[in-house]
């Protein structure tokens, strides 16, 4: 368990105000995307406030590493004093409410865990998993205030836990655009397909390389770069195989939050073809000017307005058609990528903790 404090001059709540910052893992290359948020909001946070870290740690190994460092994580919060508490994710936020500190703010990434209509989405969740993190989101209930980060998001928090409306508070995820940069001169045309993310069937994997095979026998020039790993890897090693098509697909393994903007730069179109849930993957790829295609889900549809840049989730045969149309032309593509770069441009992770310290200020004026 590792508690650390940062602080920075600028500070907006007063002199002193300190955030107790509750997160399971405090990187932004373990392959998590809760990860990533809770490191770039507390990296941010300290140019407005002291930032008191919580943390359960990197976990590497099953169950020694957990019985050796989640058990101790209730106690460390409840050592742990702050003028507002903010959860990461409801897991995180659990813990919080259940030790009891107060003000607390729990950000909600999603309800996937009460969502019946989206489990054929996900058959490799569990029973015993979606049990206890919809244990978790119920207790989170419990939070002064909740963050969630899309629109559309706010009505399912109310209806399914009944929680105040006027409660909610919504702040969009960001992106490090000094980090993920465009392409200096002009962009090369590589016919070049990229897909970073869990090797697995929620995450859409499989409807790629169906619509990489049609792909193919109209563009024979085209290439697939995956990155990943997961626990359907050596299935889709075989298919590769089955359908002669490892020539022409590159598996890279995990790749390192270093290498993701020059391996974004290198391609013509991130595929990000998930059939629930935001990728914030493809606000970096377009920030770095690589158009983006993702699925037509809710919160994607709030954030990537361009319909030419979502697909219908699990239609392989539409995907197939939204990526030949772009590849297709060379002018679609360049257009595309400055277009991209302006709609990333709209988020950073800068205005995303200036909007959630206004919470903590909002909440504090409360209390």
Known sequence: MLTTEVSNAQRSLSKHATVGLLCHDFRPDSGRGVDRYSFYLGTNLTNFVNVRLVQVGKIKKYPKDWLTKVWRYPFTTMKTKADVFHATSYLDGSVAALTKRRPLVTTIHDLLPLKISEKDYHPT??????????????????????????????????????????????????????????????????????????????????????????????????????????????????????????????LLGFVKEADLPELYRSVDLLIVPAKTGFSLMSLESMSCGTPTIVGDTPDNREVITDEQLRCPIGNYRELVNKIFNILSVDKKITDLSKDVIGLASKYSWRKMASETNSVYTELLKKS
């Not at 993920?180 to 790629?208: A, S």
């Not at 050596?234 to 022409?248: C, G, I, M, P």
């Open 125 to 250: 969740r569990s029973p015993v998993k979606d049990f206890y993190e919809s244990s978790c989101i119920r207790i989170s209930t419990g939070s002064d205030v909740i963050i969630t980060p899309f629109k559309v998001y706010i009505d399912d928090i109310v209806v399914a836990l009944n929680y105040p409306r006027d409660r909610i508070r919504q702040v969009y995820y960001g992106v490090d655009h000094d980090f993920f940069q465009p392409q200096i001169g002009e962009r090369k045309i590589t016919r070049k397909l990229l897909y970073v993310g869990g090797l697995n069937q929620e995450k859409g994997i499989f409807d790629l390389v169906a619509a990489f095979r049609e792909l193919r026998k109209s563009l024979d020039n085209v290439s697939l770069v995956i990155g990943g790993r997961g626990p359907h890897e050596d299935r889709l090693r075989h298919l590769l195989a089955e359908e002669n098509l490892q020539d022409h697909v590159s």
